[in-house]
């Protein structure tokens, strides 16, 4: 373990380091339920974990030592917990402004929780709310990014890294600092209420925002425009002249 102080006010003052774990964000889990006073913005980043977690009950694989793994904790309580997108809102735009920074505006963030290269998965991201009646009271943000991994299991397609763009080998830990001061700076616009801000910046860096697209929803496919995305989280299209609403296990980008 060891603990490092970035240049922000608090996300990534407390950095816990580990070798290998099997998910940064059950470890977070785990210090809360034995009631560890964990301050916020505490960032747990781990070399290896062996059960890392994605959205839908998949599995996070990522090679040890390459690549960032990490979880940050926050507690967006001056939000109301039917607002929790805003925070994914926040973290999307974020991670793709650092990204973008290094490999340029084919950096997309893809509805609902991906971070895309053209049409390969670069990043993605795994918001763990922890609410009560009317209070949000932690969220853990778990982030995974491929960096320098050049090599994946051919049963994983359309995934890509940093290195692989660019050619170049990252230092993760100047890169963890980015991650950390970019998500402060948008953590606390959200608290300062600029999600209406957060919102357009989302939509001008959304994946096939407004672009004739082939979605597969439920067994059928239809042709429509994303026009934006509503307070629940739910995707926004357009099809033949009417608005449709869909939550993110009801439709899916239709593969090439
Ligand atoms: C997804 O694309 O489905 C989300 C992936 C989130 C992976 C990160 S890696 C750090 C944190 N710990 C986990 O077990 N998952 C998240």
């Known amino acids: 373990m060891q603990n490092n102080t970035f240049s922000g006010l608090f996300v990534g ?6 070798p290998r774990i099997d998910s940064t964000n059950n470890y977070i889990k785990n210090l809360l339920s034995k009631s560890e006073p964990l301050p916020e913005g505490t960032v747990i980043m781990a070399e290896e974990q062996y059960a890392g977690r994605g959205q839908f009950n998949n599995q996070w694989l990522s090679e040890p030592g390459k690549n960032l793994t990490f979880s940050i904790l926050l507690f967006p309580s001056f939000l109301h917990p039917n607002q929790q997108f805003l925070l994914n809102i926040a973290i999307s735009i ?9 490999i340029g505006s084919a950096c997309k963030i893809k509805w609902p929780n991906d971070i895309f290269f053209n049409e390969a998965k670069l990043a993605g991201i795994l918001i763990e709310n922890n609410l009560s009646g009317r209070n949000w009271n932690h ?10 991994q050049t090599e994946f299991p051919s049963y994983i397609q359309n995934v890509t890294s940093l290195k692989q763009i660019t050619s170049h080998t990252f230092d993760l ?17 959200l608290k300062n209420h600029r999600a209406q801000h957060h919102y357009s910046f989302y939509l001008s860096n959304l994946y096939r925002y407004n672009e004739h697209t082939e979605f597969q929803i439920h067994q059928d496919y239809k042709e429509g425009k994303i026009v934006g995305v509503d307070e629940r989280g739910s995707l926004l299209i357009n099809i033949g002249g009417e608005i449709h609403a869909f939550a993110p296990k009801e439709v899916s980008f239709r593969k090439a």
Not at 13 to 18: D, W
């Open 94 to 102: 974020a991670i793709n402004e650092v990204l973008a920074k290094i």
């Open 13 to 18: 003052q407390n950095i816990i380091a580990l």
């Open 139 to 148: 969220a853990i943000v778990g982030i995974g990014i491929n960096v320098n």
């Open 173 to 189: 830990h100047l890169l963890l600092r980015d991650f950390c001061t970019t998500i402060e700076q948008r953590y606390l616009e």
